[in-house]
Structures are given as C-alpha cells and as structure tokens.
C-alpha cells in the first residue's frame, strides 16, 4: 500500500525535533545521518522517520549541505507518497509532475530506491520514494 506522509525540513534541528515528536505521540523513531550515505563528517539528519502507535507516519530532514538559501521556518513541509507499488507512484509522479517545477528527477539513488522531488503547479512541494525490493533469501 502506498502511503501519503508529511515531511518537515529542518535547519540543523531535526534530530531534537523528531525526538520531541516521538515524546509527544510514541513511538519508534529511525534516523539516518548524511554521513552514513556518502558525507563524511555531515552528522544532520538525512532522513528521520517516527512511526507511531496510533498508525501515522511522521517524517524529517535537515537541509542538504548548501540548501538553506531559500529555508523559511513555517514553509519547510513537504508531501511524501511512498511504498512499493512502482507501477502506482511513478503514474502518481507522471501526474503530479504536468506543470510542475521537478527539483530532482525520479530515479534511482544510492541508498537504493528511486526518489524524486518536485513542486507542483499550486506551490505544494512532493517527494516520490519507490522502496527497492528486498533481498531475496539465500537458499
């Protein structure tokens, strides 16, 4: 099942942010650090997810290095689809995509499934992940 999330984008805070998130509402919380897919050094958030009791996703980020020109605290969420129906998200992105400003192409990324941002006509910022398929078992 695909699922629709929000995601908020933080200046350097949302490892405490989604900490505070996971005190108010429970539930498991998973980061990982920019650091660990390929910049060295760079421990801000390059993905933090909080999955709670009740059933709703919440996720965050910081900003990638060099992309706080344009970061207005109030105006750093964005509408995450994701899951595994590769078929399904990519014709959602297809459609989201007429008359939007793509900021990065839907395609595969290094931590192995295929992700892309854009800002759609009416100013609403999307992000597309596909999950690449698991592993199959070793005999």
């Given at each position: 099942m695909a699922k629709l999330n929000p995601y908020l984008t933080f200046d350097g805070t949302a490892r405490a942010a989604i900490e505070f998130y996971a005190?108010?509402?429970?539930?498991?919380?998973?980061?990982?650090?920019?650091?660990?897919?390929?910049?060295?050094?760079?421990?801000?958030v390059m993905h933090a997810q909080l999955d709670t009791l009740e059933g709703?996703?919440?996720?965050?980020?910081?900003?990638?290095?060099?992309g706080g020109a344009d970061h207005v605290v109030g105006t750093n969420?964005?509408?995450?689809?994701?899951g595994m129906e590769a078929d399904l998200l990519r014709e959602y992105w297809h459609r989201l995509s007429s008359g939007a400003t793509v900021t990065l192409p839907?395609?595969?990324?290094?931590?192995?499934?295929?992700?892309?941002?854009?800002?759609?006509?009416?100013?609403?910022?999307?992000?597309?992940?596909?999950?690449?398929?698991?592993?199959?078992?070793?005999?």
């Open positions: 005190a108010v509402f429970g539930g498991h919380v998973k980061v990982t650090t920019f650091d660990e897919f390929g910049d060295p050094g760079n421990h801000g709703f996703t919440l996720m965050a980020s910081d900003l990638p290095p060099g969420v964005a509408v995450s689809l994701s839907l395609e595969k990324q290094m931590w192995g499934d295929e992700f892309g941002m854009l800002i759609d006509r009416f100013g609403v910022h999307w992000m597309v992940n596909i999950a690449a398929a698991p592993a199959a078992a070793a005999p």
